[in-house]
């Protein structure tokens, strides 16, 4: 039931079991400790007088593997990845550490969203929104991190996963992370 | 209050200790979706902005002070408590013929709150003319609540007489 501005009691009135029920029961009911599912959530707005619990998630990759392509693509193992729900926006926090063979050569990170049951692209990766190394010298390690919030999303499921490419060269990337803030 | 059994339950009560307390949950406060609740003291909760902004204009300074670039930002202004994280985000390049002279990326804080911007909680780059593009994160304490506006600001470093670039920069702001 959704949530019902209290009544203001007035002396005398009956108080029936059907105002309780509305008026109590119910907004009761929509408050946070009756929301609350998972340890760690945080509550957020789904629209005036409704709230939700939307959990944090991350998702890690250690491994330490290469590309060379020049448009955004997964490495050998794919990720990381986080389907999570959210209402219209996402805050998105991934980085990785990063490096590439060739001096003066660009080695980026990038995330887009993901159809969570069909894998089809809903927000390619971009280089608008992308950690960057320019490495130099050749082989120059960072490691970083990039925040990047996703909104005019459409409430539901979605799932959020890194890509990686290079500007030339062969990029590597090792302990990538990406986690997800659904507010 | 706590019932005892056989007392009246007055209309004042009810609506002291469940209108009044109702109203202060966190359904009788949400307002707008995508935002989210704080506590903002004993017993007391605020619903809060994340809110976000972003300059892709490639510009440059050569200021050795924070300075804003032509494009004014990125900035936002929202209401927050004596905190908020705050996170930026740039691609920065230095000069290729001044290899050591740093880049800054960094913010400042205006309305109820006056903070200029600091190294401490800049980005800062040191690769001479190769760009990277990263962000920096920072829990900013000590804010006067109010509404705030956060904007970034951009410098170069000691010895700087070539103006560095700045581009695809993101403020993105979680009030508290």
């Known amino acids: 039931m959704a949530w019902t501005a209290p009544m203001t009691a007035v002396a005398t009135q009956v108080w029936t079991a059907s105002a309780f029920n509305t008026h109590v029961r119910d907004n009761l009911n929509e408050t946070a400790p009756a929301k609350a599912t998972t340890d760690g959530s945080i509550f957020t707005v789904t629209a005036a007088n409704s709230i939700n619990d939307a959990p944090m998630l991350q998702s890690t990759v250690a491994a330490s593997e290469t590309t060379t392509s020049t448009t955004f693509a997964n490495l050998t193992t794919v990720g990381p990845s986080v389907t999570v729900s959210v209402n219209t926006a996402a805050t998105v926090i991934f980085g990785c550490q990063m490096s590439n063979s060739s001096v003066d050569t660009t080695a980026l990170m990038s995330v887009g969203i993901y159809d969570v049951d069909t894998g089809s692209e809903l927000t390619a990766p971009s280089d608008t929104w992308c950690q960057q190394n320019d490495g130099s010298p050749a082989n120059s390690v960072e490691r970083g991190m990039v925040a990047h919030r996703f909104t005019g999303l459409t409430s539901g499921s979605y799932t959020f996963q890194a890509k990686y490419r290079v500007g030339a060269g062969t990029g590597a990337f090792s302990e990538r992370y990406l986690f997800v803030i659904p507010a | ?176």
Request: glycine share 6%.
């Open chain 2, 1 to 176: 209050m706590t019932a005892v059994a056989n007392a009246v339950f007055t209309a004042a009560e009810y609506n002291s200790y469940v209108r009044d307390n109702l109203l202060e949950t966190m359904p009788a406060k949400a307002t707008t979706a995508g935002r989210w609740f704080v506590a903002t003291g004993l017993n007391s909760i605020a619903e809060r902005q994340i809110a976000t902004n972003t300059v892709d204009t490639s510009e440059t300074t050569s200021s050795t002070s924070y300075t804003n670039l032509t494009t004014t930002g990125p900035a936002v202004t929202v209401t927050t408590g004596t905190k908020a994280m705050v996170f930026i985000t740039a691609q920065m390049t230095g000069h290729a013929s001044e290899a050591t002279v740093e880049t800054y990326a960094s913010y400042e804080v205006s309305g109820a709150t006056s903070s200029s911007a600091t190294d401490a909680r800049a980005i800062v780059n040191d690769v001479g003319a190769n760009d990277n593009r990263i962000s920096v994160g920072s829990l900013h304490t000590g804010l006067t609540a109010g509404s705030n506006t956060f904007t970034m600001k951009y410098k170069c470093g000691t010895g700087a007489a070539n103006p560095h670039t700045f581009l695809r920069r993101t403020i993105t702001v979680m009030a508290l």
